[in-house]
């Protein structure tokens, strides 16, 4: 088990609010928190990253706080959620996304910088997570542009707010997924670290159109090893997992468990992901008793899945990660020495209370431990 790391030592409530006006400037709204003391950004260096993207609600109520070191906020901002995170001693950084087509421009690209630093500091968060899934050529003006958006971006952060952190999301392989030809190894040497998000895996299906897994064990960590030969350091790269699924509407489904599907053509697609459901880990366990299969599972594709038929005796193919499948993938991140795991999305988990979804819900967040 990994040693958490402690928050500085401070001094008493009133000279912290004190500091923490002179850290944050004049224009900063007042400390929304109990304890001043609160309001104080998080540093240090952390031993193993769990990071998490909150979708917005109160479920991080019940999250496993023993892990997590950081928290992207990607629903709307709360104020008691950032108290709590940094009672934990736990990072909450802003979610960053702007169109490509303005950054070419330096001034633009500084405009934005400045509007995102002025909000962290407004809300007293503790960095930034850049998430642009936009499509770019290989040394095209974007290619560059965002390089240097990323480099700017995390130089004005650590001035700004000492000890922040910037963090970048990309695709669960190097080879221009999805057109996203983006300058990887600079990327990874200007930010903290790569939130890599190894899911959607079968965004791009070329010929067979049958379900798949939504994050292939081999197909997953082939990624990784890409982005290693690219040179960029393990510690640098944090490892994404789903916890999430996909519902396939099966044409036919084998006594194999073959799930076809049927052809749509998509640009230069045959058989698009897009036509199946995106699911929540908590729905799919609920579906498991009312399955015709029970929860099997794929040892080519180290994933589970599930059979049903619904109510106008359509068969359909779930395709998941559940705690087996994601601790194989934790196992990886300890032997290659990787800066730590986290998942899209901690939302997606039962909360509610009961003794079976609590025990879904803790094997969850244990799987993200690697043996």
Not at 223 to 237: A, Q, V
Not at 260 to 268: D, M, N, V, Y
Not at 292 to 320: C, M, R
Not at 346 to 359: I, M, R
Request: proline letters at 5%; hydrophobic letters at 35%.
């Amino acid at each position: 088990m990994r040693r958490r790391a402690k928050r500085p030592l401070r001094g008493g409530g009133a000279l912290c609010l004190v500091a923490a006006f002179l850290l944050w400037g004049l224009g900063s709204a007042l400390c929304p928190c109990p304890d001043p003391d609160l309001c104080a950004p998080i540093s240090g260096a952390r031993d193993f990253e769990v990071f998490v993207f909150d979708v917005g609600g109160k479920t991080w109520k019940s999250y496993d706080w023993s892990q997590i070191t950081t928290v992207a906020v990607f629903g709307k901002y709360d104020s008691e959620l950032l108290c709590y995170a940094h009672s934990k001693g736990s990072r909450i950084v802003l979610n960053g996304d702007i169109s490509l087509k303005k950054i070419i421009d330096p001034v633009a690209r500084a405009d934005w910088i400045k509007e995102k630093i002025d909000l962290a500091k407004k809300q007293y968060m503790d960095g930034i997570n850049i998430d642009i899934e936009q499509r770019v050529k290989k040394r095209s003006a974007k290619y560059d542009a965002l390089t240097a958006l990323v480099k700017e971006t995390t130089e004005t952060f650590h001035k700004e707010i000492p000890g922040s952190q910037v963090t970048f999301d990309v695709a669960w392989s190097p080879e221009c997924i999805d057109h996203r030809c983006y300058n990887y190894s600079a990327i990874a040497t200007c930010c903290d670290f790569l939130f890599v998000m190894s899911y959607d895996e079968q965004n791009q299906m070329w010929s067979h159109c049958v379900a798949a897994a939504n994050a292939p064990y081999k197909q997953t960590l082939s990624g990784y090893d890409r982005y290693i030969r690219m040179g960029i350091n393990p510690k640098k790269l944090v490892m994404g997992v789903p916890w999430y699924g996909y519902d396939y509407t099966c044409l036919s489904l084998s006594e194999a468990h073959v799930c076809s599907l049927a052809k749509i053509p998509f640009q230069w697609f045959s058989c698009p992901r897009a036509s199946a459901l995106q699911v929540p880990y908590r729905t799919i366990m609920k579906q498991e008793n009312g399955s015709l299969s029970g929860i099997l599972w794929d040892e080519e594709n180290k994933a589970p899945y599930l059979e049903y038929q619904d109510a106008n005796g359509t068969f359909h193919q779930v395709w998941f990660d559940n705690p087996k499948s994601i601790s194989l993938k934790a196992a990886y991140v300890k032997e290659h020495g990787l800066r730590g795991i986290g998942m899209w999305n901690a939302n997606c988990l039962d909360y509610s209370g009961g003794s079976v979804p609590q025990e879904q819900t803790e094997a969850m967040w244990e799987a993200l431990r690697p043996k």
